[in-house]
């Protein structure tokens, strides 16, 4: 990997180390800001900063809004994840969203390794430094080629930092380069065609959501689906699996627009309800459901953060039996006619970070009359939020219409929706799916 030189004094002021409380108060570029639950970096990759030259500063995970007040004094972030337990803690997924939202690159830690990477020479080398406990499925020259990508696209040419290639050019950016004067006009005209990609885009997606609802006598279902934008980071589905079983769930790929949308026909394709062997099947059972999908993406190797929640449900329309497991997914809430909303718990990891992860499966008695919410994490704002001292607690308007049918209450949150006025920098896909017994 080839480092350019640098001067010493520049190399002097990028070794400097800012502590955490530095870092609500940026006032020059910091290349990488390491967000942590714990009280220091792993020794080897502060050696790493340290010779690679770039600056580095140390931030609490509950402190990154601090970083979002200054977006642009940030190079990447680095968010050390490692330890947490992420089935319980919807903090992670909040925390990258909403760093995502603010175009700040992202490497995503989780776990550690011990066996050692190769050594910081430009050459690679047999006898390289050992990480014993540091981060697992990565090594430290794999970290830095994620960091430099992420900087490349914030520091000027001559930086010294080592990029990939840049793809070669599309058609259109040859032909912009070789008809300077007709530029604006070719902006305009490409801009006029990526908004119509986006919404025929948009329109091929809706197309993977169920073409009509397997409404019966014994249940009813009603869904909204509203993107934050032409496309969106959740999908949902509701199958008939045969003629006893219901399958359905709702997946929230981190971020939105068209790098959560492409995830999301993954997710489609992958989820398995079922195994068909010649004349016979096998319905999945939700854990095996979420583990399958699971090794499906991490299998993959996807570039850079991605990951997915999830909450999957099987449902037996003979016996009333729900059994549901979620993959760090917001909880299902159950309304039962006479008492306040119940969250029905389940213990499971995002999707795509641990291949190996285990998820747990619930299973509850529904009663006639009883409904069911499953929802992505754009919703929260109109249905309930976790608070830190009171824990969860639901929306005084949601609460107000939690008794209506539920077609009503989905119509509900649908135009309480549309009619809101959101900060910006929350805006979000937003899905609810839901059913009542009869």
């Not at 070789?178 to 990609?197: I, N, R, Y």
């Not at 299998?299 to 990951?307: C, M």
Request: with cysteine; hydrophobic share 35%; proline share 5%.
């Amino acid at each position: 990997m080839h480092i350019s030189s640098q001067t010493d004094k520049k190399a002097t002021n990028m070794d400097k180390t800012q502590s955490a409380g530095d870092v609500g108060g940026l006032t020059s570029f910091t290349d990488v800001v390491y967000l942590s639950d714990k009280k220091d970096m792993p020794a080897e990759i502060r050696r790493l900063f340290r010779h690679k030259k770039v600056s580095f500063c140390l931030l609490p995970l509950d402190r990154y809004q601090e970083v979002r007040t200054r977006p642009e004094l940030v190079g990447t972030i680095l968010v050390d994840a490692e330890g947490m337990d992420i089935s319980q803690d919807q903090r992670l997924g909040r925390i990258l969203e909403a760093l995502e939202r603010d175009n700040l690159g992202i490497v995503l830690l989780t776990q550690r390794i011990k066996r050692p990477v190769r050594s910081f020479s430009l050459v690679s080398s047999e006898s390289s430094f050992s990480m014993p406990s540091t981060v697992e499925s990565i090594s430290l020259d794999d970290l830095w080629a994620r960091i430099s990508i992420n900087l490349a696209d914030r520091k000027h040419e001559n930086s010294g930092i080592a990029v990939k290639p840049r793809a070669s050019m599309s058609p259109t950016e040859r032909l912009w380069k070789s008809h300077p004067a007709d530029q604006p006009q070719a902006e305009g005209s490409f801009v006029d065609s990526l908004k119509e990609q986006l919404r025929l885009a948009g329109l091929v997606q809706r197309d993977f959501l169920p073409s009509k609802l397997p409404n019966s006598e014994e249940v009813r279902w009603a869904a909204t689906f509203m993107p934050a934008e032409w496309v969106s980071g959740d999908i949902y589905d509701i199958a008939r699996i045969d003629e006893q079983h219901i399958g359905f769930y709702v997946a929230d790929a981190v971020g939105h627009s068209m790098p959560a949308a492409l995830l999301t026909i993954f997710i489609k394709q992958a989820l398995q309800m079922r195994q068909t062997t010649e004349n016979s099947y096998r319905i999945f059972s939700p854990a095996e459901v979420m583990r399958s999908l699971n090794q499906r993406m991490a299998g993959q190797k996807l570039s850079g953060y991605q990951f997915v929640t999830c909450c999957y449900c099987l449902l037996n329309l003979k016996t009333g039996q729900l059994t549901f497991a979620r993959a760090g997914h917001p909880y299902p809430i159950l309304l039962r006619k006479g008492r306040p909303p119940q969250q029905l718990e389940s213990r499971g990891s995002l999707l795509g970070i641990f291949e190996s992860a285990e998820f747990v499966q619930q299973t509850i008695q529904l009663e006639s009359g009883d409904k069911l919410l499953l929802y992505s994490d754009g919703a929260e704002s109109l249905i309930g939020r976790l608070h830190d001292e009171e824990g969860f607690r639901y929306t005084d308007e949601f609460l107000a219409l939690k008794d209506g049918s539920i077609t009503e209450i989905i119509d509900r949150l649908t135009d309480m929706a549309n009619h809101r006025e959101p900060n910006p920098a929350d805006v979000d896909d937003l899905t609810v799916i839901g059913l009542q017994l009869a």
